[in-house]
């Protein structure tokens, strides 16, 4: 069946860049997305990109799609305290109104000062 | 826009009671919007997919005689939990799909005593 995975938590100096990455099992997966939950909140989209695409960078993030080991990662410059939150990595069929999306158990990143 | 809000965002109550839970698109209409739970350090797991004027949808293990959706409007879907236990508290969230985006609410804590 689908499958994403993450690591569990990652910890990080402010200013320094954060790497998440995660890894999923569908190839058929349409959209690979990057989701953002603060403590006790819902999830806020950050950024997604299409399947047929490498990389996709939107001020300070920047995603890597390596289709080949289904393999994707999100980066954040210059991360700040506001970062801190859990980043979950998803893949989703998309193109229809049944867009179901399979979740990764997400990352918890930590900003040390 | 795409705003996605939940009612009410904690709710306790006795074992054996119900409870039901909203899930509203403030700004846009949705035919289809989904139902999620998360466990505590753990990932999103789709319960249903609840679709407007039909039934809904749901995954494989997810009861439907005790989780019951309905989306009567393009604006609102809920989810009542009949017969609630112990092992249904949880973080239930909800979203709601636009042009092939989901936008998903705050989320509700549930707590059965």
């Known amino acids: 069946g689908e499958d994403v995975e993450q690591s569990l938590f990652l910890s990080v100096r402010e200013g320094d860049s954060s790497v998440i990455n995660c890894t999923y099992t569908d190839s058929s997966s349409t959209y690979l997305y990057w989701y953002k939950q603060e403590p006790g909140a819902g999830l806020q989209l950050l950024t997604y990109?299409?399947?047929?695409?490498d990389m996709k960078q939107d001020q300070r993030l920047t995603v890597l799609l390596n289709k080949k080991d289904k393999h994707l990662s999100l980066r954040i410059a210059d991360t700040q305290t506001g970062d801190s939150a859990i980043y979950f990595c998803?893949?989703?069929?998309?193109?229809?109104?049944?867009?179901?999306?399979?979740f990764g158990s997400g990352t918890r990143l930590s900003i040390r000062p | 826009g795409a705003v996605v809000s939940q009612h009410p965002s904690r709710v306790i109550c006795k074992s054996g009671t119900s409870v039901k839970i909203e899930c509203r698109s403030l700004?846009?209409?949705?035919?289809?919007m989904f139902w999620y739970r998360q466990f505590p350090k753990k990932s999103l797991m789709l319960m249903a997919t609840s679709n407007e004027g039909s039934k809904a949808t749901y995954e494989q293990g997810v009861e439907k005689d005790k989780f019951l959706i309905n989306h009567a409007s393009l604006t609102l879907s809920t989810l009542t939990v009949t017969s609630a236990h112990p092992e249904d508290s949880s973080f239930y969230i909800c979203s709601a799909l636009q042009r092939e985006t989901q936008y998903f609410g705050p989320g509700t804590r549930l707590l059965v005593l």
């Open positions: 998803a893949e989703g069929s998309g193109y229809s109104s049944a867009s179901k999306i399979i």
């Open positions: 990109i299409f399947s047929n695409m």
């Open positions: 700004d846009f209409q949705a035919t289809t």
